[in-house]
């Protein structure tokens, strides 16, 4: 997200309360806007078609296979999405645009590929039993949904923070609108409105890429050439992605928790919606994680390293150095203290919300333990992007894989436990995760002058 701290030092140097408030405002929009859409998107249908024709299996049907969608291409495009926008942060650096739009159409073209491959191969052997229409709108989807992520990275990569937003609103309210009106076709009426509203913003992300980087190339593989993109990076992608989705994974299987819905797709009941919802409570925490760190640390750490190209004083250094541990310190501090109140506002107005959902409020526990997950993942993600920051590419890929492991760890665990323990195995492992990130941030900004140093 470097270069959005601009935008917002230009909203907070109003030294105004409509400034401060339109920053934290562009800044939560922007740094959940996307996933927030996402869900919205996916709940209004499902609520408006219960609404207009009564709960039904197809809407039910229609949920758990969009979930999955955006869940398995998440996952299979971590590879690519972090390790592909550092090769073209690099090319950008070193003043090489022409080869920017041949690279993009490379990895679309891959991605297509290898998501087109495994969604034929899935959609034969494990959807052999539904229709064929199902069976293209779910390949389709899949395919679209790989190329979207991308895109949405890599604009994101290229500070294209306003048209993201501005395509995942006009793309999901699309989505919406079709979905309802074909509803009368069912499940496929469903999907195929999903289809069209996520094939109306693949488009303009495409056509948005092409209009910034003009080249006279149009496809090339550079980002395939050895040590083109950082083997970290690939894995940290997929590890992350693949840890937020775990514990729901696993819910989803276990017999005592999950249940077949269609094919081969399964949900768990007493899982899902309450984790949806509590992501919707991030908002307030990825607004303060996003001004907290792109206009306070990042000046410091701009002036960090200036210094150090400039052969400034040791002193000067260490105060500076200072300066930017006092900064992040706060920044993490902050933003754990908006979520703690997001958290207590869900606390408080849980009950009436999930009766205005229509679900039982035996679900409040659940609600409330993934509230809380929610929120230390927004400090996990803080904790990464200072790493990121720092170059410690190492250090995010042994943070992402001890989230993987416990999430899966602790999660079979306390399903073993019983339902009173249900959702303390993804925040448990999202805690310890976060402790550990604490602790080794803590030692590496210590040694900050020695490595800057004597490591290069």
């Given at each position: 997200?470097?270069?959005?701290?601009?935008?917002?030092?230009?909203?907070?140097?109003?030294?105004?309360?409509?400034?401060?408030?339109?920053?934290?405002?562009?800044?939560?929009?922007?740094?959940?806007?996307?996933?927030?859409?996402?869900?919205?998107?996916?709940?209004?249908?499902?609520?408006?078609?219960?609404?207009?024709?009564?709960?039904?299996?197809?809407?039910?049907?229609?949920?758990?296979?969009?979930?999955?969608?955006?869940?398995?291409?998440?996952?299979?495009?971590?590879?690519?999405?972090?390790?592909?926008?550092?090769?073209?942060?690099?090319?950008?650096?070193?003043?090489?645009?022409?080869?920017?739009?041949?690279?993009?159409?490379?990895?679309?073209?891959?991605?297509?590929?290898?998501?087109?491959?495994?969604?034929?191969?899935?959609?034969?052997?494990?959807?052999?039993?539904?229709?064929?229409?199902?069976?293209?709108?779910?390949?389709?989807?899949?395919?679209?949904?790989?190329?979207?992520?991308?895109?949405?990275?890599?604009?994101?990569?290229?500070?294209?923070?306003?048209?993201?937003?501005?395509?995942?609103?006009?793309?999901?309210?699309?989505?919406?609108?079709?979905?309802?009106?074909?509803?009368?076709?069912?499940?496929?009426?469903?999907?195929?409105?999903?289809?069209?509203?996520?094939?109306?913003?693949?488009?303009?992300?495409?056509?948005?890429?092409?209009?910034?980087?003009?080249?006279?190339?149009?496809?090339?593989?550079?980002?395939?050439?050895?040590?083109?993109?950082?083997?970290?990076?690939?894995?940290?992608?997929?590890?992350?992605?693949?840890?937020?989705?775990?514990?729901?994974v696993i819910f989803w299987y276990v017999p005592?928790?999950?249940?077949?819905?269609?094919?081969?797709?399964?949900?768990?009941?007493?899982?899902?919606?309450?984790?949806?919802?509590?992501?919707?409570?991030?908002?307030?925490?990825?607004?303060?994680?996003?001004?907290?760190?792109?206009?306070?640390?990042?000046?410091?750490?701009?002036?960090?390293?200036?210094?150090?190209?400039?052969?400034?004083?040791?002193?000067?250094?260490?105060?500076?150095?200072?300066?930017?541990?006092?900064?992040?310190?706060?920044?993490?501090?902050?933003?754990?203290?908006?979520?703690?109140?997001?958290?207590?506002?869900?606390?408080?107005?849980?009950?009436?919300?999930?009766?205005?959902?229509?679900?039982?409020?035996?679900?409040?526990?659940?609600?409330?333990?993934?509230?809380?997950?929610?929120?230390?993942?927004?400090?996990?993600?803080?904790?990464?992007?200072?790493?990121?920051?720092?170059?410690?590419?190492?250090?995010?890929?042994?943070?992402?894989?001890?989230?993987?492991?416990?999430?899966?760890?602790?999660?079979?665990?306390?399903?073993?436990?019983?339902?009173?323990?249900?959702?303390?195995?993804?925040?448990?492992?999202?805690?310890?995760?976060?402790?550990?990130?604490?602790?080794?941030?803590?030692?590496?900004?210590?040694?900050l002058e020695y490595e800057t140093f004597m490591?290069?």
């Amino acid at each position: 997200m470097a270069g959005i701290g601009f935008e917002l030092r230009k909203l907070l140097a109003q030294n105004t309360l409509a400034g401060v408030l339109q920053a934290y405002l562009y800044a939560s929009i922007i740094g959940s806007g996307p996933w927030v859409l996402s869900i919205v998107g996916i709940l209004v249908i499902g609520l408006l078609s219960s609404v207009v024709a009564g709960p039904g299996l197809a809407v039910t049907q229609f949920q758990v296979s969009v979930t999955y969608l955006i869940a398995a291409s998440l996952i299979l495009t971590g590879f690519v999405q972090l390790g592909f926008t550092r090769f073209i942060a690099d090319r950008l650096y070193e003043k090489k645009e022409a080869i920017v739009l041949p690279n993009f159409n490379g990895v679309t073209l891959l991605v297509t590929g290898v998501s087109g491959t495994l969604g034929v191969a899935a959609i034969a052997f494990l959807f052999a039993g539904e229709n064929v229409a199902y069976r293209l709108l779910m390949l389709t989807g899949f395919v679209m949904l790989s190329n979207i992520w991308v895109a949405t990275i890599f604009l994101s990569g290229l500070k294209q923070y306003k048209q993201i937003l501005g395509l995942y609103a006009l793309g999901y309210g699309v989505t919406v609108v079709s979905a309802l009106a074909l509803r009368p076709l069912g499940l496929e009426g469903l999907l195929l409105g999903f289809v069209l509203g996520h094939g109306v913003m693949l488009l303009g992300m495409v056509l948005l890429v092409v209009r910034s980087y003009p080249a006279q190339d149009f496809i090339a593989f550079d980002f395939l050439r050895p040590g083109a993109m950082y083997p970290s990076l690939i894995l940290v992608g997929f590890l992350y992605n693949l840890g937020v989705w775990l514990d729901k994974v696993i819910f989803w299987y276990v017999p005592s928790t999950g249940q077949a819905v269609i094919g081969p797709l399964h949900a768990s009941l007493i899982y899902d919606l309450p984790v949806f919802l509590a992501y919707l409570s991030i908002l307030p925490g990825m607004a303060v994680f996003l001004v907290r760190m792109e206009t306070d640390f990042v000046e410091y750490y701009q002036q960090f390293y200036d210094a150090v190209r400039q052969g400034s004083t040791l002193a000067r250094l260490e105060d500076l150095r200072n300066e930017m541990v006092y900064t992040i310190r706060r920044g993490l501090f902050e933003i754990i203290k908006i979520q703690t109140i997001a958290t207590l506002a869900v606390f408080v107005a849980g009950g009436p919300l999930l009766r205005a959902l229509g679900i039982p409020e035996l679900y409040l526990p659940l609600l409330y333990i993934d509230v809380v997950a929610a929120g230390l993942q927004v400090v996990l993600l803080g904790l990464m992007n200072v790493f990121f920051y720092l170059d410690k590419r190492r250090v995010v890929l042994g943070i992402t894989a001890l989230f993987v492991a416990l999430n899966g760890l602790f999660t079979w665990a306390t399903i073993g436990l019983g339902a009173p323990w249900f959702g303390y195995g993804f925040a448990g492992a999202v805690f310890v995760t976060v402790f550990v990130a604490f602790q080794v941030l803590d030692r590496r900004l210590e040694t900050l002058e020695y490595e800057t140093f004597m490591l290069q």
